[in-house]
């Protein structure tokens, strides 16, 4: 059995530049995997890992789309 390398709240917010309640937030709803324990969260590095790409990816696409004059503001 392989052993998920965790986070804690704060470790998670230096990694998205996200704030500790966006963190809690994103946990309750699913968004970031993870559990509470007695009064934490703890999340997954990987959940946070995955984030972090879908959000480069995003901006990726958003860049070429404004160099194509795709891009409505």
Do not use: P
């Not at 995997?33 to 990816?57: A, C, H, P």
């Amino acid at each position: 059995m392989t052993r998920r390398i965790t986070l804690t709240v704060g470790e998670a917010c230096k990694l998205t530049g996200k704030s500790e309640r966006t963190i809690q937030d994103w946990c309750k709803t699913g968004k970031l995997d993870g559990f509470k324990g007695t009064k934490t969260w703890t999340i997954y590095k990987s959940s946070v890992n995955e984030y972090l790409r879908k959000q480069e990816t995003k901006r990726k696409a958003n860049k070429y789309a404004y160099r194509r004059g795709e891009r409505k503001w």
